[in-house]
């Protein structure tokens, strides 16, 4: 799969959670992997020998990767009119709570926003530090601007999504991330089929694990645990794994890619739980 320059390879990252994690929990065992993307063979992601054991493993992101894309580029708009701007002075933060409906891209509303949103901050440049205004507000989320400093002239994205917890409303909306990426990911190993034996990778392979990437970044081990009991329909599926927040850790197996420390959400090997 081709990637933007400076896009994190995903599938590299949770393969190597996976293995060091598989690792820690009996370092005896003997484990072999191959990269199937290397071999432009495609599903499964990766082949994994556990003592003996061939596994299919799949990797998937819970998180929507357009919507980031959109709010990327929706703050490199606004840093940019920040830059243009020597009136607005100090030091601030934009943060994106959810998933608010932000204007497609170049569209009037856009443009709009990103013109409100610089008023704003020269509205900000005299007020008091600490205070803040919602720029953007629905059902789905809003967009927040916050004054932090007087000092220098800068702006910053903030992706305040734990705020959410203690409602449950990020609970819930991670379930349903992970339900969906299930729900898709099944149908996809249905559908691909091996043309000489006329079977699906699901007929072929008993043992499939899950890999989930995330890329949003809740990183809070009990929470999504908590996100996972609100799930069904997995038991087709050995095992389930996610690797969590970035950490000091290396990755071993593809050291140009970021570490990550994980955990199982579901495996039939209760030596994995």
Same mark, same amino acid.
């Given at each position: ?11 590299? +990252? ?24 290397? @071999?432009?063979?495609?599903?499964? /992601? ?19 990767? /357009? ?15 920040? @830059? ?8 601030? *933060?934009?943060? +994106? ?23 704003? !901050? ?9 205070? #803040? ?14 004054? *932090? ?10 992706? /305040? ?22 729900? #898709?990911?099944? #149908?996809? !190993? ?17 043992? +499939? ?10 990183? /809070? +081990? ?6 996972? !009991? ?36 579901? *495996? ?6």
């Amino acid at each position: 799969m081709r990637r933007k320059a400076g896009r994190i390879n995903e599938e590299h +990252v949770c393969i190597d959670s996976f293995i060091q994690r598989l690792k820690e929990i009996d370092s005896g065992q003997k484990i072999f992997y191959c990269d199937n993307s290397e @071999a432009k063979l495609d599903p499964p /992601d990766f082949w994994v020998k556990i003592s003996g054991t061939i596994f299919a493993v799949e990797v998937t992101s819970i998180t929507d990767y /357009d919507y980031e894309a959109l709010c990327t580029k929706f703050f490199d708009d606004i840093r940019s009119e920040f @830059a243009t701007s020597n009136i607005i002075k100090g030091t601030y *933060s934009l943060s +994106v709570i959810k998933h608010p409906r932000i204007p497609k891209k170049g569209t009037f509303g856009w443009k709009t926003l990103i013109s409100t949103i610089a008023t704003r !901050l020269q509205d900000m440049a005299n007020a008091p530090s600490g205070i #803040k205004y919602n720029i953007l507000e629905d059902r789905n989320g809003e967009v927040i601007i916050r004054k *932090s400093s007087d000092q220098d002239a800068k702006i910053r994205l903030a992706w /305040d999504v734990r705020c959410w917890w203690g409602r449950g409303v990020i609970q819930e909306e991670l379930s349903q991330l992970i339900r969906k990426a299930i729900e #898709k990911k099944r #149908k996809q !190993l249905e559908k691909k089929r091996n043309h000489l034996e006329n079977k699906s990778v699901l007929d072929q392979y008993k043992n +499939v694990i899950l890999l989930f990437y995330d890329a949003y970044d809740y990183s /809070d +081990v009990e929470n999504i645990r908590k996100a996972f !009991l609100n799930v069904q329909d997995y038991n087709w599926l050995h095992s389930i794994f996610v690797a969590l927040a970035y950490s000091d850790a290396s990755n071993k197996l593809y050291p140009d890619s970021p570490g990550r420390k994980g955990v199982f959400l579901y *495996s039939k090997n209760e030596l994995w739980q």
